[in-house]
């Protein structure tokens, strides 16, 4: 593990410094930041390098979050209970789920798929609902609780979100691929639609999170 | 080009403040408070970086242009491209489907390397291009919003569930998927913040 060593020593000489400070997202440029209330009504900090919007936090950054939140957790009951795909075949049509798909590949002896595509479609969606939920509550009820494990949460989903798109993407390239009409073809299916929708709703609650929120009136540092 | 020793950086996940020492090449710096990365000790040059990102362009063609998968049935053979795998989802009446399949695996893509381009070219010739912020904070979004990696699985596990229906095969575009994978994490990993250095 170099990595983690060269980590470790960049670390070691970084120095903390205390102060109303401001960080430009868009250029890292660092500027001093302006107390709230001496702000004048309407106006707008911008850095002096890029002239990207400074802001101590994001605008109305807990309810995006949660409209998002409760939007994906409504929609995530029609995206499994719909089928996402149906298939026709010479003799029958039918029509597959997102959990029937996985069992089909399970059944089908592909395990390995089969838990990708489980963690993808199903554990992703759901970790994602629940990880921004339990974020978004903790900033007002639980501020002080497990500061450091909940940044890393935060992380973690950021990291993982884009995944949940996979069955889409199948979908959409499976419907594309098996067009022999009568003979077998492949149609997408409402229960996509709500899948895709809730796959957006979470990238953009996750979006709309700022991390900075779990650190207010924190441990300065260390 | 180094950042000046004094320099100060502000963690973007929890505004710690600290002031700034230059890494070595392959170092990564993380807060000491809430552990994110704060900068990296770059190994590549720009002149490298922009290499990677011709590259890149030349693969998406074969991407926008060639089949993914191509799958035969009886004698009938249908060969897919991602354009046209969106239209015909579009066809379908899955706008939503069509449109986010179209920006996270098509358009995304496209303009995280046609923007990194325009950026970089003059850069590397020792100018800035006009309209360098604007570029530099529309490169921010729509990194967020490439999902190209994700799409190279999504082919592969098509790939493997069409293959128990009828005779199926990758494509160029596979191909080239899996290589723009590659190319665009290490594109990733050289981040932005460093083209400010260059800027009067």
Redesign the interface.
């Known amino acids: 593990m ?2 983690a060593s ?2 470790e ?3 070691q ?7 109303p ?3 430009c ?6 500027s001093r930041g302006v107390p709230e209330d001496r702000l004048p009504e309407g106006a707008v900090l911008r850095c002096a ?4 919007k400074l802001h ?1 936090e994001k605008p109305f950054s807990l309810q995006r979050t949660w409209s998002c939140v409760i939007a994906a957790a409504i929609l995530y009951i029609p995206a499994n209970a719909l089928p996402v795909m149906s298939t026709t075949s010479a003799f029958d049509t039918s029509t597959h789920t997102l959990l029937g798909g996985i069992h089909d590949l399970w059944v ?1 002896g ?1 395990w390995g ?1 089969a838990v ?2 489980f963690v993808a479609s199903i554990a992703v969606p759901v970790l994602k609902i629940a990880a921004l939920a339990l974020l978004a509550w903790s900033v007002r009820r639980a501020p002080d609780w497990r ?2 494990e909940r ?2 949460l ?2 973690l989903i950021e990291v993982v979100g ?2 949940s ?2 069955d ?13 009409g009568s ?2 073809s492949a ?2 299916e409402p229960g ?2 709500a899948f ?2 809730v ?2 709703l979470t ?1 953009l609650a996750a ?1 709309s999170f700022d ?2 929120m ?2 207010r009136d ?5 | 080009m180094t950042r000046a020793a004094d ?15 230059p ?2 090449a ?5 807060c ?5 990365v ?1 900068g990296r ?1 770059h190994r590549i040059g720009i002149e490298t970086v922009l290499a990677l990102t011709v590259t890149a362009l030349v693969l998406f063609f074969v991407v926008l242009f060639s089949h ?2 191509s ?1 035969r ?2 004698g ?1 053979t ?1 060969e ?1 491209t ?1 354009p ?3 239209m ?2 579009w066809d ?1 009446g ?1 706008w ?3 449109v ?2 179209a920006v ?2 098509l358009i995304a893509p496209a303009m995280y390397i046609l923007l990194r381009l325009y950026v970089l070219v003059p850069i590397a010739a020792g100018r800035i291009p006009f309209g360098f ?1 604007p570029c ?2 529309a490169l ?1 979004q729509v990194s ?2 490439n ?1 190209l ?3 190279t ?3 592969l ?2 790939l ?3 293959a ?3 005779e ?1 095969a990758p494509g160029p575009a596979m191909f080239a998927l899996g290589g723009l994978t590659i190319l665009l994490a290490a594109i990733e990993a050289a981040g932005l ?1 460093h083209l ?1 250095w260059y ?1 009067p």
Do not use: N
């Open positions: 170099t990595a060269t980590a020593g960049a670390r000489g970084l120095t903390p410094i205390d102060g400070l401001l960080g997202e868009s250029c890292g440029m660092v390098r890029c002239h990207h101590h089908d592909a798929l990708i595509v500061r450091l940044a890393r935060f992380r884009h995944w798109m996979l889409v993407y199948v979908v959409v390239l499976l419907a594309a691929c098996v067009r022999f003979l077998a149609h997408p996509l639609l895709a929708a796959v957006v990238l979006h991390p900075r779990i650190w924190g441990p300065k540092h260390g | 320099s100060l950086v502000v963690c973007e996940r929890c505004d710690q403040a600290y002031r700034w020492i890494l070595e392959g170092a990564v710096a993380r000491t408070r809430c552990e994110a704060l000790g993914v998968i799958i049935l009886g009938t249908v897919s991602i046209g795998a969106v015909a989802s379908e899955d939503l489907v069509a986010a399949t996270t695996a912020g530099v904070r921010h967020r919003w999902m990696e994700v799409m699985v999504g082919g596990l098509s493997v569930r069409l128990a229906l009828a199926a913040r400010w800027v």
